[in-house]
């Protein structure tokens, strides 16, 4: 690419109501029957998955395949995965915002969409592996009548609780203030659209005036005075600059679970800087699967464009690179120790039980990125849609991995048991990917996905520079 | 040619820093030859950090293809002719220190050493040594060759350069992770070769980063301060403090994380590292390397207003400076602490034996409180080395790189607010 052939590749060139028709078409169309099988084909697999954590919780979590010494399973592996997923979100939200990287603008809506459905997902599995939830009040430190029954600060999985959901409440709090222009644009539109159309039955109108009060109310009144604009840009940086390090300890707290312990192949000090690596890397591989998804089923290849989708790409080489990095860090120090049991893991991974798992998430996702490299392979998008589901796969290997060798063959050679996934556990990882489906069909349908108004206000400053198309 | 030259005064007050430099080096020795050799270690390897920073930092320029940094590229491009001082230094510390800093070199001591003997695979003297003419040739070899490439476009006006060196930084950031990682492991964390610690590496590499913005933003303050480099203005300076904050920030994580991981599982044959360095003295130290790196420059910097003035700016870029070379002192002596007491009151057998583990080879220990008007002066020393090179190197070309396609864009930059 010749060094400034792409610099205007963000400018969109279309007036700004054309904007809103495109970007709203998906909220206030119809939806047509792909949408409709996919939602129906995610549904039955969210309401098959509500069916096995209720019969766990009948049966108990005898129907799993989690044993003494490997006791967290898929869900752990499902937790670590689903919360690297979300923290996708929050780097496209609020670290490529303070680098002011603007083609943020167009993904960022989407991206942290998936940050939100994803650390749902995610904080329903340890819930589920409690095996009592409806305990789930003990987590939190209140003055009760349970006598010594306390919370045990020192544990890992304790901070996990509030790291998670201190997460969720910045991402959704920073979410929903980004929809706030869009909501009264939308409001605005709809406010409009009621003056000008009627529904063909009673409760067609009744629906449509729901709408318009549901818009209205979700708006908070934003009239898009100068002065509101001050303080919300003001409020967006704040939030930017406070969500950057929350997602750093986030994933960092999540590796705590691992390395605080006396386990080899856990206590490992790098392992903290590898999980955020490996969440930027799978998290983009999601965004890059929804976004290239998205664009075409949608029609919004005008404001995605094939820049955006080189961008994500160039992500996932460099933190793909830095994933193998980190692995071989960890290789290299366990040689370097000396340790017999530090080598052992890495023995047992190589040729063991579970060496399958291993190398397939070897070549799963140190290889497929390099594609990059290459200007024709890169420009396939349907290559660049497979390699970040290979992506994706590997990384939720690598989670299992990570879980499950070290614990399988503990100090303790009499203890030593395999983890074999019963039924239940398929079914509770497949609920995972249905119940994340479920919430993303339904934000494309309800939701704007692309911050429409932070488009046109990008767009309104390309051309008071002069760098528009016209 | 767009040039610039430091008048001869501030020139002769390097000189002088150099001078008391030589003079501390000169007493350490004298005084406690232990404490020189692992001064001398410390004050190459401080050297060393100074010259790969400017390098690496550089190479994310390229590779990123950020504009606003075009006119600031220069001093860190330069820094790579430190690389063969530092190289000189650390050529005499592995051969004739090498028996006093690193245990793993005695035979004898391996042949009842069976971890030692386990790791004599690559902690070998004649390993050591072809490791770092490996290193040190890559990260010359490659740093000059970038330098080169990118002096050559101030003439050529050629736009392809940039895409060359997009490409070869590219190659530099890869190679400079690799022998980073083995470097950080060969000069420091073998000071003590039965411990080791998985992020070792990262911890260095973002001491390394923080050392080395500090370094940049000193020499470029200076210039500014004698009336060149008038292309960079407060923004490009902010942008700079922003980086020393991240960089520094980021040192702060990997010691949190590194020490509380340490801590919190409790293995004998890891915590030792640490509690040598909170016994005594060095509590008082340890703590002070701690508050003084992160805590202070933290609050310092974490104003708009005291990254966009020069005044205040430099004030930070010394503490980090400074607090760099304190940093590189705390793992170097913590190697030489004498822990006898430590072994004769350990809780555990496997207590003391970890214990006796962390004791210095042969007693080479570093008595007393380890930072004193000696390191200061080698402190300065460092720094006088790495500003009298860079800025010599720096004279005789642009000030900017007056081809870069993005030189416009960058002499345009202003902060958003």
Known sequence: MSLDAAKNAYTIGKPYAEIDNDILSPVEGFPEKTWWTWFIISLTGLLVYLGVIGYSFVKGLGIFGINSPVSWGVYIIGLVFWLEIGHAGTMISAILYLFR?????????????????????????????????????????????????????????????????????????????????????????????????????????KL????????KVAALGWVGSGKAWHHYEKMVMLLAALATPLVMSVQSILSFDFVTSVIPGWHSTILPINFITGSIYSG???VLS????????????????????????????????????????????AYYSANGFEQYVWTYRFVGEYAWAFWLTMVTILLPPHIMWFKK?????????????????????????????????????????????????????????????????????????????????????????????? | MNTFKLPQKMMTILVGFIGIGVLSMAVSFLLDVQRGWAGLLAFAWYLTIMGLAGGFWSATQYVTQAKWSVVVRRIPENTVHVLLVAFALLAVVATLGIGNLYEWSHADIVAHDVILQKKAGYLNTPFFWVRIVIYFAAWYGIGMY???????????KDPHVSHQLLKSGIV??????????????????????????????????????????????????????????????????????????????????????MSMLTWFANLPEETYFYEKRFTGDWAYFTSFLWFGHFLVPFFYLISRDTKRSEAHLMNAAWITAFMGFVDVIWMVYGAFIDNTANVAHAETAAHAE????????????????????????????????????????????NQVPEGDPGLQESLDFHQPL
């Open chain 1, 101 to 205: 990287q603007r083609w943020r603008t167009s993904i960022n809506r989407a991206a942290e969409a998936m940050t939100i459905f994803a650390v749902m997902t995610a904080a329903l599995l340890p819930l589920i592996h409690l095996g009592r939830p409806w305990m789930v009040n003990w987590l939190f430190p209140y003055p009760n009548d349970r006598g010594p029954v306390w919370n045990n600060f020192n544990s890992p999985l304790l901070w996990d609780v509030y790291a998670i959901s201190t997460y969720f409440t910045v991402s959704l709090f920073f979410w929903y203030m980004g929809l706030l222009p869009d909501f009264a644009a939308m409001r605005d539109r709809a406010v409009i659209g009621r003056n000008q159309f009627k529904a063909k039955t009673a409760i067609g109108e």
């Open chain 1, 208 to 215: 449509l005036e729901m709408r318009v009060w549901l818009l």
């Open chain 1, 284 to 286: 983009f591989a999601m």
């Open chain 1, 290 to 333: 929804l976004v290239i998804v998205m664009r075409s089923a949608f029609n919004m290849k005008a404001y995605i464009t094939d820049r955006h989708i080189d961008n994500l790409g160039w992500v996932m080489l460099f933190t793909g690179m830095l994933v193998f990095f980190g692995y071989f860090v960890e290789l290299f120090m």
């Open chain 1, 377 to 470: 392979l890169r420009n396939n998008h349907t290559l660049l849609f497979i390699m970040t589901v290979i992506i994706n796969i590997g990384m939720w290997f690598e989670r299992f991995v990570i879980v499950v060798t070290p614990v399988a063959r503990d100090f303790l050679p009499s203890s030593w048991r395999l983890y074999v996934p019963t039924v239940w556990d398929v079914l509770v990882v497949l609920g995972e990917f249905a119940m994340f489906f479920t919430f993303f069909l339904l934000f494309v349908r309800v939701l704007p996905s692309i911050a429409f108004t932070e488009v046109k206000m990008d767009e309104a400053g390309d051309l008071a520079k002069g760098k528009g198309h016209h």
């Open chain 2, 146 to 156: 970038l330098l080169k490439l990118s002096k050559s476009q101030d003439e050529s």
């Open chain 2, 172 to 257: 530099y950031l890869t190679i400079f992770a690799f022998t980073f990682t083995f470097a950080v492991t060969d000069f420091l964390m073998s000071l003590e070769p039965h411990w080791f610690t998985a992020l070792y590496p990262m911890y260095n590499f973002a001491g390394m980063a923080t050392t080395g913005i500090s370094t940049m933003i000193i020499l470029i303050l200076l210039i500014k301060k004698y009336g060149g480099l008038k292309a960079i203005g407060p923004d490009h300076m902010h942008d700079m403090g922003k980086y020393l904050f991240a960089f520094n920030t980021f040192w702060a994580y990997t010691v949190f994380a």
């Open chain 2, 354 to 397: 970890q214990a006796a583990h962390a004791a210095p080879h042969a007693g080479h220990f570093i008595h007393g409180f380890p930072f004193g008007f000696i390191e200061i002066g080698l402190f300065l020393g460092a720094i006088g080395v790495f500003g009298f090179i860079v800025l010599r190197a720096f004279e005789k070309g």
